[in-house]
């Protein structure tokens, strides 16, 4: 016996570690294998989730708006409209009711078994640099009513720093500055290496989708596609400093759809992410995507689509389906559209604010002068906010239906 008491110390701090850390997690996540997504008790899973849009990412035409598009024109108008310290009242207001444990529980009642989360960047930095911001909170609680409803999340990096797409999408400048700043690729690393290493251990997360619809076709493709894989490799390699656990999802060049810029999976739990709206709804849509998955043996996942017929969206769904690809549609709810799971009733008088944004035009004089009186701003907003809570919404039973889901009870 004496021979080994050598090893007492190493037992000791061997038991330390494990109170520290707790057991080992093997196998306790969603994975990979082949083309599958494994889920943590280790069965294939088919995702069928639906995108949480425009909760951190408020996106114009959500609001009816046509040239009040990006968030940062958004949030500028909204000052506009009730000044800076209303705004943000009603910001907070609006990001506690948009999203709630109610509308999570009837996701999970509708049939759905995922979520894809898309956020904006700056809510979780500050303007001191620091990685500080209402966007934890915020993810916390959609983790933990996930968690609570075991539906799988999707965390999509949305508007990155600099801008990824170019579009109003990412918040950006107009142009794809990301792929040509070092500065802003090291702080979308710094974003994402902070919110990877808070989830690193939870179990209910399936997941990283690293970037929104990178490169927008409206660029030199040539100059920058090349950027785009080098950039994954970066930044998957410092995800893996703090979180070894979780799937990344990769997505193509030009709005998620071109894969041609890829080589061979760079990551062992990879999953290629595509997005597609208003093609045809056959195989053919998905075949340059369906090459990559057999030539390189790795799960695929459309990301978004939607905004559509639920003809097309049925036609779609199944498609994707007979070829084993999970999905997550387009969007959870939607101001007076029936294209969503849910829809936001339309507050009286709120043609006027509409409107005021649809002709806006960047003068003092026309603020002044078309500007809705005050009071019916007040209460229009007042109105937004109680009806984008989900018992004020009417659920779309034939979306769902075109999904192949259905609430079967209230919640």
Known sequence: MIKYRILYPYIFLLFLLICRTGLPQSGSFYSVKG???????????????????????PEGYMFRFDKISSPRLIYDFFNILVGEAEARKFWDRFRALYITRQDIALIKNAGFNSVRVP?????FINADGELKGPGYALMDSAITWCKEYDLGVVLDMHCAPGGQTGDNIDDSFGYPFLFESPEMQELTIKVWKEIAARYANETIVIGHDLLNEPIAHYFD?????????????KLAAAIREVDQNHIVFIGGAQWNSNFS???????SKSVYTFHKYWTAAGKEVIQDYLDYSNKYNVPLYLGESGENTNEWIAEFRKTLEAESVGWCFWPYKKLESERGVVTIKVPE??????????????????????????????????????????ANCIINHEYLKALGLEVTESK
């Not at 810029?261 to 990551?267: E, L, N, R, S, T």
């Not at 002709?359 to 500007?371: D, P, Q, T």
């Open 221 to 233: 493709k040539d100059k920058l596609n090349p950027y785009l894989e080098p950039f994954f490799k």
């Open 349 to 390: 008088g709120y043609d006027e604010i509409k409107n005021f944004a649809n002709n806006f035009e960047v003068a003092y004089s026309y603020i002044r002068e078309k500007k809705p009186k005050q009071e019916i701003i007040n209460q229009v907003l007042e109105q937004y906010l109680q009806n984008i809570a989900v």
């Open 35 to 57: 083309k599958e997504i494994i889920t943590p008790d280790g069965k294939p899973v088919l995702l069928k989730g639906i995108n949480l849009g425009h909760w951190m990412v």
């Open 261 to 267: 810029v890829f080589g061979p999976p760079f990551d």
């Open 119 to 123: 956020f904006h960047y700056k809510l």
